[in-house]
Nanobody
């Protein structure tokens, strides 16, 4: 079975930094796009950043210039470097990966269980 597991969340002061990691494991044939989403209390889940298999990236306007998404295809891992953190960044951050288990099969969405990021003084 496929597992997608996030790590790196925690409590940080405004202006601080965190680096989130997400590793996919299991019987994976290939991984297409990967991304980070977040959900704050009382709000819908939103896209934070995404990266294609070729390295093209997309960011939410609220995090441009502060967050950087990257991936290590050899290790099926995606990262989110978060700098200049603000209280508004407080949320549960979820990793999403588009994975196919066999060649020719459709892509399936796999989600991690989330990691809490709290930005507070």
């Amino acid at each position: 079975q496929v597992q997608v597991v996030e790590s790196g969340g925690g409590l940080v002061q405004p202006g601080g930094s965190l680096r989130l990691s997400c590793a996919a494991s299991g019987s994976i044939f290939s991984i297409n796009a990967m991304g980070w989403y977040r959900q704050a209390p009382g709000k819908q889940r939103e896209l934070v950043a995404a990266i294609t298999s070729g390295g093209s990236t997309n960011y939410a306007d609220s995090v441009k210039g502060r967050f950087t998404i990257s991936r290590d295809n050899a290790n099926n891992t995606v990262y989110l470097q978060m700098n200049s953190l603000k209280p508004e960044d407080t949320a549960v951050y979820y990793c999403r990966a588009e994975i196919r288990l066999r060649n020719g099969e459709p892509w399936y969405q796999y989600w991690g269980q989330g990691t809490q990021v709290t930005v507070s003084s």
